[in-house]
């Protein structure tokens, strides 16, 4: 059984501009959650999408957005570029119902670079 | 605020030892709860997990949960250096009456195992 796929891996982008990830859960999970994570700051949730709907959101910037497909695939979106926004983004995929549904099987990141 | 809460550590251990890594937590709805585990430059992976109060055993690495006092903790039995990671707490929250619920993360312990 595949796991969670995140591409690109790595990405080098410049200020002002904007950037895509992808991320395709293990097949037969409904739920995906993006997460950030810098140096020394753990893992910032970003939001999580089920069946296409955004169902829980974190405390970000709405230069943030992300949206979930039929197949459930997500993309995470990024606009308008700050150096801070170097990290590693990580995605997570799990059933999304209750309990053990929960538990979350991670891809294995997209680490961003803003020049 | 629905929190997860973990010692950021470093918590340092020579080899042989037993680790001990201790997490909070704060909505009494919570009913699973998973141990991750972060190598650096990583992403992270499911090591355990634990819905029943009391101890489960799993080789060197055995989770405690105690859901009166809300809290949980894995210890790590004859710690190898191979062991040192971050080690994040996940707990899954209910959202509302939706009958869902999200996992949400401890920021993690740091471990490290001297040789």
């Known amino acids: 059984k595949a796991g969670v796929t995140q591409t690109p891996r790595y990405l080098i982008k410049t200020r002002g501009q904007q950037v895509t990830l992808s991320c395709s859960p293990i097949?037969?999970?409904?739920?995906v959650s993006w997460y950030q994570q810098t140096p020394g700051q753990g893992l910032q949730f970003l939001f999580e999408?089920?069946?296409?709907?955004?169902?829980n959101k974190g405390n970000f910037p709405g230069r943030f957005s992300g949206r979930q497909f039929s197949n459930s695939r997500s993309e995470m979106n990024v606009s308008t570029l700050e150096l801070g926004d170097s990290a590693l983004y990580l995605c997570?995929?799990?059933?999304?119902?209750?309990?053990?549904?929960?538990?979350?099987?991670f891809g294995q990141g997209t680490r961003l670079t803003v020049v | 605020q629905k929190e997860v809460e973990q010692n950021s550590g470093p918590l340092s251990v020579p080899e042989g030892a037993i680790a001990s890594l201790n997490c909070t937590y704060s909505?009494?709805?919570?009913?699973?709860f998973f141990w991750y585990r972060q190598y650096s430059g990583k992403s992270p992976e499911l090591i355990m997990f634990?819905?029943?109060?009391g101890d489960k055993e799993d080789g060197r690495f055995t989770a405690q949960l105690n859901k009166a006092s809300q809290y949980v903790s894995l210890l790590i039995r004859d710690s190898q250096p191979s062991d040192s990671a971050t080690y994040l707490c996940?707990?899954?929250?209910?959202?509302?009456?939706?009958?869902?619920?999200?996992?949400?993360f401890g920021k993690g312990t740091m471990l490290l195992v001297s040789p």
């Open positions: 997570a995929s799990s059933l999304g119902g209750q309990g053990r549904d929960t538990e979350a099987f």
């Open positions: 097949s037969g999970h409904r739920s």
């Open positions: 999408y089920f069946s296409e709907t955004q169902r």
């Open positions: 909505d009494r709805g919570s009913q699973s």
């Open positions: 634990i819905y029943s109060n």
């Open positions: 996940a707990v899954n929250v209910p959202i509302g009456n939706s009958g869902y619920s999200t996992l949400t």
